[in-house]
């Protein structure tokens, strides 16, 4: 399995982003789907999760009402929609496959494949 990430870039504070996540060599079906953040100095933080089917969600309070996790197994992908961003949303951001289908947890542990990452820069 392989992950994708794609869609960063820089946009002014207040501004929208949205990230895509392709998944190859398996079924997107089969997993649970996680973005974590990492900034400069930072450990990686979760920011979002959604189960297999779509119809569960997790975020992380600093971005809960802002972002919005998504998914479309037929098209082996997975979006972020980031919305009111902030400079403190800077960062790389990763998607991961999870090991269970409905794992929507915070722990990076149980993640099973990574992207490489895209980097959001939001300036003041």
């Known amino acids: 399995v392989q992950l994708q990430a794609s869609g960063g870039g820089l946009v002014q504070a207040g501004g929208s982003l949205s990230l895509s996540c392709a998944l190859s060599?398996?079924?997107?079906?089969?997993?649970?789907m996680g973005w974590f953040r990492q900034a400069p100095g930072k450990e990686r933080e979760f920011v979002a999760a959604?189960?297999?089917?779509?119809?569960?969600?997790n975020y992380a309070d600093s971005v809960k009402g802002r972002f919005a996790i998504s998914r479309d197994n037929a098209k082996n992908t997975v979006y972020l929609q980031m919305n009111s961003l902030k400079t403190e949303d800077t960062a790389v951001y990763f998607c991961?496959?999870?090991?269970?289908?409905?794992?929507?947890?915070?722990?990076?542990?149980?993640?099973?494949?990574w992207g490489q990452g895209t980097q959001v820069t939001v300036s003041s």
């Open positions: 991961a496959a999870g090991g269970h289908p409905y794992y929507t947890g915070t722990s990076a542990a149980n993640y099973n494949y």
């Open positions: 959604i189960v297999w089917s779509g119809t569960s969600t």
């Open positions: 060599g398996g079924s997107l079906s089969s997993y649970a």
